[in-house]
Structure formats: structure tokens, C-alpha cells
């Protein structure tokens, strides 16, 4: 019998039980998966409980994608690079292993044909949280040239665009106050990995306003990983305007389905992942 789940905060939100619960389904095997709503101040507490309550393995969501780092006795090379870990293995001695599956989903979700028209092209990322961190790696791996990130807090985005950059030297990253973001056509994809839009967070507010989501090209994409809506604030704008979108459930299902698999060495049905979420979604 399995035993995982997922700690973050807020929680309300999550579809994670839903597809990991839909995961099992598909491949047939017995277990269970819990919200843990785990702020950042209670991540220790937090951690005695899943190793001392039989859990082999849990999610993290925001805030606790970096802090939890501080906590894991290795990490898999995307995590590593990443500077952030979005699942957690927890080994029979108790240790715990961190991996980075949120680069896999974020990848993933993108159009095959468009992930080759990224390469050598400028792109920007809203927010400088561990998404963040895992959307630079995405898309320095695609090889776009520049990525152009905006934050509200630049110390902390500093920080972040300076370790990657260790790792992708050929990318140039930058780090620009989110509030000076006029224009952004000049950009291939435009990535939001803040929980503004988010269901209990800011559901109904766009991070950017209309006047820059219209700036963007027709051929480019805006793309934000909130999932719940499905049609955020910043998805309904990008599509008043002829503006390609990519919505967050995609990733969050394929993050999801490898974060299964790390745990149990089974690959579940995405679909039936998806086709869960959906009718959650509309319940």
C-alpha cells in the first residue's frame, strides 16, 4: 500500500489528490494521496510527520520548492540545476531524495514543432519562485538566447538568474522589475509561474495588464502554468487577442505522472489523468 502526498500552501486549489489518485487507477495499485496545507515557518513539523506516518514520497508545491532543499540528502541533476525540488522519495533509512519534475511537465506541455522555434529566440518568465527556476532550466534547455526575467522582489531574482547562469553560460538572463514590463512582443513566450490568477490566491487578476498581453505576437504564446481555473485571467486576455496559450494542467498532469513514476516505477495513464482533473475541475 502506498502512502504520498503533497505539502504547500495554499492547498484549496490542488488538483494533485485528483490525478495521483487517478494514477493508481491506471495502473492498478493500491494507495492513497493527502493535501497537507504545510506553511513555510511549519515545513520541520512537517517533515517528522510524513517520515514518522509510512509516507514513501510526497509533492511540494509553493512556498517550500527551495526551502525543502535544505532538508534532502541528494537531489537528481535537474533539481540540482534547478535549485528547487517538486518531489520528494523517502528512502527506507528515512532520507529523502529530491527531483525536479516540474521541468519535465513544463517542456512537455509545449508543442513539439514549437519547442524547436524557442532555439535562439528571446523569452520571459513572470515570477522567481522554484517554478521559475524550473521554467529558466525548460527553457535554456530548448536553447532560447535570452531569457528576460521580471520580479517584483530583485534581490531574490538575482540570487536565482546567478546560479543559472553558472549552469547555461550560452543563455543570457536578466533579472527587471515586473512593474517596467510595457511591451513584450519582442518575446517568443511569455511564461507565468506566479500564483496571481490562482483559485484562492488571485483568481480574477491578471499579473500583467491588457495593454502589454495585446503587445504580444500572434505567433508567439503566452503560456501559464496556474492550472485551476483552467482559464485564468491572463488566458482570457490572451485569447481576446488572437494570442496562442498554453494552460497549466498539461504540466501539472505530466510533472505529476513522473513524480508517480520516480515513486513507483509504474508510468500511469496521462489521459485518464487529465480527463480526472477535467471533471473535478467542473464539479
Request: charged content about 25%.
Amino acid at each position: 500500500m502506498y502512502k504520498f502526498g503533497i505539502i504547500g500552501y495554499p492547498l484549496s486549489h490542488s488538483m494533485s489528490k485528483v490525478i495521483q489518485e487517478a494514477a493508481f487507477k491506471s495502473v492498478g495499485l493500491e494507495g492513497t494521496y493527502e493535501v497537507l496545507e504545510t506553511e513555510q515557518e511549519d515545513l520541520v513539523t512537517r517533515i517528522k510527520y510524513l517520515r514518522s506516518n509510512g509516507f514513501q514520497g510526497f509533492n511540494v508545491t509553493i512556498p517550500l520548492k527551495v526551502p525543502i532543499t535544505l532538508f534532502l540528502s541528494g537531489v537528481d541533476n535537474v533539481a540540482n540545476v534547478a535549485g528547487s525540488a517538486n518531489t520528494i522519495k523517502i528512502q527506507p533509512d528515512m532520507s529523502m531524495i529530491g527531483y525536479n519534475t516540474d521541468v519535465y511537465g513544463f517542456v512537455e506541455a509545449i508543442p513539439e514543432d514549437f519547442r524547436e522555434e524557442i532555439q535562439g529566440k528571446e523569452v520571459a518568465i513572470l515570477g522567481n519562485g522554484g517554478a521559475a527556476r524550473a521554467v529558466g532550466v525548460g527553457l535554456s534547455i530548448l536553447k532560447a538566447s535570452k531569457i528576460d526575467f521580471y520580479a517584483r522582489n530583485i534581490l531574490n531574482a538575482k540570487e536565482m538568474v546567478d546560479a543559472l547562469r553558472v549552469n547555461f553560460p550560452n543563455t543570457e538572463m536578466n533579472c527587471k522589475q515586473i512593474e517596467g514590463l510595457k511591451d513584450i512582443s519582442k518575446y517568443k513566450i511569455l511564461v507565468n509561474t506566479t500564483p496571481i490568477g490562482m483559485r484562492s490566491k488571485a483568481m480574477g487578476i491578471s499579473p500583467i495588464d491588457e495593454e502589454v498581453v495585446k503587445t504580444m505576437n500572434k505567433d508567439s504564446i503566452i503560456y501559464d502554468i496556474v492550472y485551476n481555473p483552467l482559464n485564468t485571467e491572463l488566458i482570457k486576455l490572451a485569447k481576446k487577442h488572437g494570442i496562442q496559450t498554453i494552460q497549466g494542467l498539461d504540466m501539472l498532469i505530466y510533472q505529476g505522472a513522473k513524480a508517480f513514476e520516480i515513486w513507483t516505477g509504474k508510468k500511469p495513464d496521462t489521459l485518464k489523468m487529465k480527463i480526472a482533473a477535467l471533471e473535478a475541475m467542473i464539479d
